[in-house]
């Protein structure tokens, strides 16, 4: 389960990396300084492929190649080399133990600069590397952008079970930020960082990404105001085939989760991580979350009681998900958007009705909302630095 269900347990297995202070790593990491040239042994059977992709000419029989002479010559391959060590970084403190992994920051030795060490948690695991370590990984790796937290590289630690995704450091997170800050951002500000977040997930939607996990302890900022999309642990790719049984529910936590994931839905896609979006959006207003509900249940009630409880007009699919028949409407009533968010603007009230939309058909997507009227109307953008 996500974070706040509190579920998870630290793993168990450490490295001497996280448990001491800074030491030389045990001898039997492979160290780059150490490393041995390589010696220029010719492969026995290797075969000789020249380098310039002159016309194949096809070897005599007897001396038949072991693959196809139209590869191309490994000089052409992209570099793969293996992971660094984690003990190329000089472990500082350790920042959070979040469910998928801890954190910790630290100093890169030869460059200096101050990074974060998510170290994934793979102990538990018995059947080889773990898919969603992967998804993480490949996720990070395919949104690159200048609202996602920056990856480096992923490092090696002890064991095959210590593997480190190594991030640019991030000063806030912005579930810290709206519990220490005297005052709400101004409706300036919030716009600025809400253009940011839907670049973000629009950037990623567009690189087949589903987030899954939009909360604003998974949104990062630095002391410029910019606004990095982390923790991709619950990322996947979509437009893959849905696999029998269709994609977890388990995914968003409880409080960011939209109404389709809550009644049931096997198959669901962007429109997810925009009911997200549109929570962070009105946390942002509030300086605190939107539906702090305890289970799924109060969660519904908490939905049908802002937005209105849904109408075959509102929301045409919902009776048929699975969880409908199981949930007894309260009686119709308007909406309570406009009493709840008074200071919002008309443009402001439109993209965040727009973004709590009960239909996922219906529901903005991350482009449109980029060119909601909301962000070319005043106040426009201002932020002033963190310090
Ligand atoms: N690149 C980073 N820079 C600074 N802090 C980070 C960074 N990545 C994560 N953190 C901190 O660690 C916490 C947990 O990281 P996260 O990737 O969200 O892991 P989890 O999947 O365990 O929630 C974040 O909420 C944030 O406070
Ligand atoms: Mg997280």
């Given at each position: 389960m996500p974070?706040?269900?509190?579920?998870s347990?630290?793993?168990?297995?450490?490295?001497?990396w996280?448990?001491?202070d800074e030491?030389?790593p045990?001898?039997y990491?492979p160290?780059p300084?150490?490393r041995?040239k390589?010696?220029?042994?010719?492969?026995v059977d290797e075969?000789?492929?020249a380098?310039s992709p002159?016309?194949?000419?096809l070897p005599p029989v007897?001396?038949?190649?072991?693959?196809?002479v139209y590869?191309?010559?490994?000089?052409?391959?992209?570099p793969?080399?293996?992971?660094?060590?984690?003990?190329?970084?000089?472990?500082l403190n350790q920042?959070?133990?979040?469910?998928?992994?801890?954190?910790?920051?630290?100093?890169d030795?030869?460059?200096?600069?101050?990074?974060?060490?998510?170290?994934?948690?793979?102990?538990?695991?018995k059947?080889g590397f773990?898919i969603?370590?992967?998804r993480?990984i490949y996720?990070?790796?395919?949104?690159?952008?200048?609202?996602v937290?920056g990856?480096?590289?992923?490092?090696v630690?002890?064991?095959?079970?210590?593997v480190?995704?190594?991030?640019?450091f991030?000063?806030h997170?912005?579930?810290?930020l709206?519990?220490?800050?005297?005052?709400?951002?101004?409706?300036s500000?919030?716009?600025?960082?809400?253009?940011?977040?839907l670049?973000?997930?629009?950037?990623?939607?567009?690189?087949?990404?589903?987030?899954?996990?939009?909360?604003?302890?998974?949104?990062?900022?630095?002391?410029?105001?910019?606004?990095?999309?982390a923790d991709?642990?619950l990322a996947?790719?979509f437009g893959?085939?849905?696999?029998?049984g269709?994609m977890?529910q388990?995914?968003?936590?409880?409080w960011?989760r939209a109404?389709?994931?809550?009644l049931?839905a096997?198959?669901?896609s962007?429109?997810?991580d925009?009911?997200?979006?549109?929570?962070?959006?009105a946390e942002?207003?509030?300086?605190?979350?939107?539906?702090?509900?305890h289970?799924e249940?109060?969660?519904?009630?908490?939905?049908?009681?802002?937005?209105?409880p849904?109408?075959?007009?509102?929301?045409p699919g919902?009776?048929?998900?699975?969880?409908?028949?199981?949930i007894?409407?309260?009686?119709p009533?308007p909406h309570?958007?406009?009493?709840?968010?008074s200071?919002?603007?008309s443009?402001?009230?439109?993209?965040?009705?727009?973004?709590l939309?009960y239909d996922?058909e219906?529901?903005?997507?991350a482009?449109?909302a980029?060119?909601h009227?909301?962000f070319?109307?005043?106040p426009?953008f201002?932020l002033?630095e963190l310090r």
């Amino acid at each position: 389960m996500p974070a706040e269900s509190g579920s998870s347990t630290p793993s168990k297995k450490r490295s001497k990396w996280e448990d001491e202070d800074e030491e030389d790593p045990p001898s039997y990491i492979p160290q780059p300084k150490r490393r041995a040239k390589p010696k220029s042994i010719k492969p026995v059977d290797e075969p000789r492929i020249a380098e310039s992709p002159a016309p194949p000419q096809l070897p005599p029989v007897s001396q038949k190649l072991s693959h196809s002479v139209y590869v191309p010559p490994r000089t052409l391959h992209p570099p793969i080399q293996p992971s660094r060590s984690v003990y190329s970084y000089e472990r500082l403190n350790q920042i959070e133990e979040g469910s998928y992994g801890v954190v910790f920051r630290a100093r890169d030795k030869q460059t200096g600069d101050i990074v974060a060490l998510k170290k994934l948690k793979l102990d538990e695991e018995k059947n080889g590397f773990p898919i969603t370590a992967l998804r993480e990984i490949y996720a990070l790796m395919s949104c690159r952008h200048e609202n996602v937290v920056g990856v480096r590289e992923v490092v090696v630690g002890d064991t095959l079970t210590q593997v480190f995704v190594v991030m640019d450091f991030i000063e806030h997170d912005l579930k810290s930020l709206l519990t220490v800050m005297p005052a709400p951002f101004l409706q300036s500000e919030i716009k600025t960082l809400m253009l940011q977040l839907l670049s973000a997930v629009n950037h990623c939607h567009q690189n087949w990404i589903l987030h899954r996990d939009l909360k604003t302890s998974n949104l990062l900022m630095n002391n410029r105001g910019t606004i990095k999309v982390a923790d991709f642990g619950l990322a996947r790719r979509f437009g893959d085939p849905v696999g029998v049984g269709g994609m977890t529910q388990l995914v968003v936590t409880l409080w960011y989760r939209a109404p389709e994931i809550l009644l049931g839905a096997t198959t669901y896609s962007t429109a997810i991580d925009l009911w997200s979006v549109g929570c962070i959006f009105a946390e942002l207003l509030l300086k605190e979350p939107l539906f702090q509900a305890h289970g799924e249940l109060e969660l519904l009630s908490m939905i049908f009681k802002l937005l209105g409880p849904p109408t075959n007009h509102s929301w045409p699919g919902y009776s048929s998900l699975p969880l409908a028949k199981t949930i007894s409407l309260p009686s119709p009533q308007p909406h309570q958007f406009r009493q709840k968010f008074s200071y919002l603007s008309s443009a402001g009230l439109d993209l965040l009705m727009a973004l709590l939309t009960y239909d996922p058909e219906r529901r903005i997507t991350a482009e449109d909302a980029l060119d909601h009227p909301y962000f070319s109307s005043d106040p426009l953008f201002f932020l002033h630095e963190l310090r």
